[in-house]
C-alpha cells in the first residue's frame, strides 16, 4: 500500500529556517515531489528529487534517502508569503503522484 | 515550465444536474492526464488516470458513472460529474506531464464545485 506521513503544521518566525519531513512507504518508486499550495489554489512546484542527495533551489532545497524512505524540505529565510501547505508527493509512475496530508506552514512576524 | 490551464474555475450547480470541467495542456501533448479531488485542509486524493483514446483508469472507490472522463485530443481531458450531490462539492484539479521521462506533473488551476 502507499502511506506518505507529514506533520501537520508548523510555526516559525520571518528570516528563520523551517525543516518540513516526510516520510513514505509506497510500492513503488519514481521520485518524490515537494509542492507548495495556498489556499484555494492549484499546487506550485517547488523540486524534485529520484537520486539520494539534496537539491538546492534558491531558499528552498530538498533531500532523498530512498533507502530511508525519508525526505525533508528545507525553507531558509522564511518570509511572510511563504506561509502555505507545503505537500510531499511520491511518483509511483510517470506523472501519477500520491500525496501526503500536506504540511501546513506558519510564519510570524 | 509547461501550461495546464483548467476552465471552469468556480462553478455552482444544483442538485441532480451534471457539471464538466476542462483540463488543456496549452504547450505540450499530453496522453495522459490526470484528476484530483481536494477537501477542505485535506490533501489531494487522485481519482483517475485520463487515457487520451481509451478509456480512463479510475481509482479505487470512485465511481466510475459519476465521474466521467472523456480524453478525446492530445490537448484536452473532461470530467463531468454527473447527478449533482451537495457531498460532490470540493476543489477538482487536474495535471498533466509534458514528455515521456519522469518530470513534474503540471497542474490546472482547480475548479471549486459547489452542488446546491
Known amino acids: 500500500g502507499q502511506n506518505i506521513d507529514q506533520p501537520t503544521e508548523m510555526t516559525a518566525t520571518e528570516g528563520a529556517i523551517v525543516q518540513i519531513n516526510c516520510t513514505y512507504q509506497t510500492s513503488g518508486f519514481n521520485g518524490l515531489f515537494w509542492y507548495q499550495q495556498h489556499a484555494g489554489e492549484a499546487p506550485t512546484f517547488l523540486s524534485y528529487n529520484v537520486l539520494d542527495g539534496l537539491e538546492e533551489k534558491g531558499r528552498f532545497s530538498s533531500f532523498l534517502s530512498r533507502s530511508k524512505g525519508y525526505s525533508y524540505l528545507l525553507l531558509k529565510e522564511l518570509q511572510m508569503k511563504d506561509s502555505a501547505s507545503y505537500l510531499c508527493a511520491v511518483s509511483f509512475s510517470w506523472g501519477k503522484l500520491q500525496f501526503g496530508a500536506g504540511t501546513q506552514v506558519v510564519v510570524t512576524p | 515550465g509547461a501550461v495546464v490551464s483548467q476552465h471552469p474555475s468556480r462553478v455552482i450547480c444544483k442538485s441532480g444536474t451534471s457539471v464538466k470541467i476542462e483540463c488543456r495542456s496549452l504547450d505540450f501533448q499530453a496522453t495522459t492526464m490526470f484528476w484530483y479531488r481536494q477537501f477542505p485542509k485535506k490533501s489531494l486524493m487522485l481519482m483517475a488516470t485520463s487515457n487520451e483514446g481509451s478509456k480512463a483508469t479510475y481509482e479505487q472507490g470512485v465511481e466510475k458513472d459519476k465521474f466521467l472522463i472523456n480524453h478525446a485530443s492530445l490537448t484536452l481531458s473532461t470530467l463531468t460529474v454527473t447527478s449533482a450531490h451537495p457531498e460532490d462539492s470540493s476543489f477538482y484539479i487536474c495535471?498533466?506531464?509534458?514528455?515521456?521521462?519522469?518530470?513534474?506533473?503540471?497542474f490546472g488551476q482547480g475548479t471549486r464545485l459547489t452542488v446546491v
Open positions: 495535471s498533466a506531464a509534458p514528455g515521456t521521462r519522469n518530470t513534474e506533473a503540471f
